[in-house]
């Protein structure tokens, strides 16, 4: 497991009757690696997986992994409301084929660092395959700070990443600091992917590659290769959907968002709904004023990209 480049956090495509559609992830997985995304991580809070039931999400990682058909890690997310169930999901997620975990705090119950040090290292225990813990405080209440990453990493040797949503980035120079190169640390704040490349992290997590993965890709590669002038050209182009993974409708606003690019549906799955009146009306116009000043990357047309997702 590689944990490098632009690896999208995927969402979830539903049916009219809001069943799981595998039709569209499989082809959405194939467009993104196509792309130039170097993963797939399935099942996060952008994909839904509080609404998922065990079994469907034992579907889903099926249909990724059949997607990739090895040319890309396949991820997956592990939360469960408990942690023989995260157990469980991370048993069946590497007999599947998964090539790493991402391991979450268990749903609604915050504890202290001594519950959820033993929630984690239970996951961690219960497969060989490389993992990333996913620190997101203000999404989750749980900080995983960084000398407590450090003991996780201490004790067990197949942490080998984390993915930090502190919405602070000196979390990166701290992190690196403790665990030196034994860990890599994944950005997952949208809006904060060149500041966290410039003090170390080696992949993006990304909530809006589902929606211009190429941009994305070539973002994230200008800013490790330091070309500041190119990489703020299109930072500065992309931020107003960058910022819309940071705020609490994020899954409706990223859905919407593919949506309207022509590579995914704007429906979610109750009880999220989708966004509604002026709410839509101004997020619309975000959207589309940003497509329609794409800049030069390379991409295909957006009709190709949508008759390849089939949505």
């Known amino acids: 497991m590689d944990w490098k480049g632009v690896m999208p956090a995927i969402t ?8 799981v559609d595998h039709n569209c992830i499989e082809r959405h997985c194939r467009w993104l690696l196509s ?14 997986g509080a609404t998922l039931t065990f079994d469907e999400k034992l579907e889903v990682l099926r249909t990724c992994v059949r997607s990739a058909e090895g040319r890309a890690p396949v991820v997956a997310g592990i939360s469960a409301l408990s942690t023989p169930g995260a157990v469980d999901l ?18 609604v119950y915050q504890g202290d660092w001594r519950e959820m040090k033993t929630h984690v290292a239970a996951v961690l225990d219960a497969v ?3 993992c990333m813990l996913y620190n997101n405080p203000i999404a989750y209440g749980t ?14 040797q197949n942490l080998h990443a984390v993915k930090e949503s502190s919405m ?20 997952g704040v949208d809006d904060l992917v060149v500041e966290a490349v410039g003090v170390g992290a080696s992949s ?43 705020v609490t ?47 030069n990357v390379g991409l295909e047309p957006a009709t190709s990209a949508t008759k390849r997702t089939g949505t």
């Not at 900080?143 to 067990?156: K, N, S």
């Open 168 to 187: 602070d980035v000196r979390r990166v120079t701290a992190i690196r600091a403790l665990a030196g190169d034994r860990l890599e640390v994944s950005i």
């Open 12 to 19: 979830t495509f539903f049916d009219e009757s809001y069943r």
């Open 204 to 246: 993006w997590v990304s909530g809006l590659a589902n929606v211009l993965p190429k941009e994305s890709v070539n973002l994230f590669a200008l800013a490790l290769n330091g070309e500041r002038e190119k990489t703020f050209e299109l930072y500065r182009w992309f931020l107003p959907l960058l910022r819309m993974d940071t």
């Open 128 to 130: 060989d395959i490389s």
């Open 35 to 48: 792309q130039g995304c170097t993963g797939i991580i399935a099942l996060g809070t952008l994909g839904e």
């Open 249 to 295: 409708k994020f899954v409706q606003l990223i859905k919407l968002a593919q949506s309207e690019a022509g590579v995914g549906s704007s429906r979610v799955r109750p009880p999220l709904l989708e966004l509604a009146g002026t709410e839509l009306k101004d997020a619309r116009n975000t959207i589309n004023q940003v497509l329609r000043n794409r800049p």
């Open 143 to 156: 900080d995983f700070l960084p000398a407590y990453i450090r003991e996780l990493v201490g004790e067990h």
């Open 90 to 107: 991370a048993r069946e997620a590497a007999d599947l084929g998964c090539d790493g975990l991402m391991i979450l705090p268990p749903y």
